[in-house]
């Protein structure tokens, strides 16, 4: 038997972890994974402009522990404030989108 036969799609592990789309324990595992993905693009993006956490929130008029707890996978973020840090710290414009 090939080795790749024994390789599960990363697809297939979370179906198997957190049920099909469209089922409880996989739209929590789903919203989660959004908040994930905002956290690692501020670090990423603040890392790009060579910025400590402290430096960032100096430039967006909030603190140094919400930039960590926006890292960190904060759950309730305020897209006013969302809309500072990028734009005032770190010179971007935040983009959103709708899908179905």
């Known amino acids: 038997m090939p ?3 024994k390789l599960t799609s990363l697809s297939q592990f ?8 469209g089922s409880k324990s996989r739209e929590a595992f789903e919203a989660g994974y959004e908040g994930f993905k905002l956290g690692a693009l501020l670090q ?15 430039l967006a008029g909030t603190d140094k522990s919400y930039i960590s707890k926006l890292e960190k996978d ?5 897209l006013s404030t969302l809309q500072r840090i990028i734009s005032e710290g770190l010179g ?9």
């Open 44 to 58: 990423q993006a603040r890392h790009a402009k060579g910025l400590t956490q402290q430096q960032l929130a100096d």
């Open 74 to 78: 904060l759950k309730d973020v305020r």
């Open 14 to 21: 979370i179906e198997q972890e957190h049920g099909p789309l």
């Open 3 to 5: 080795a790749n036969d």
């Open 92 to 100: 971007g414009h935040l983009e959103l989108s709708i899908k179905f």
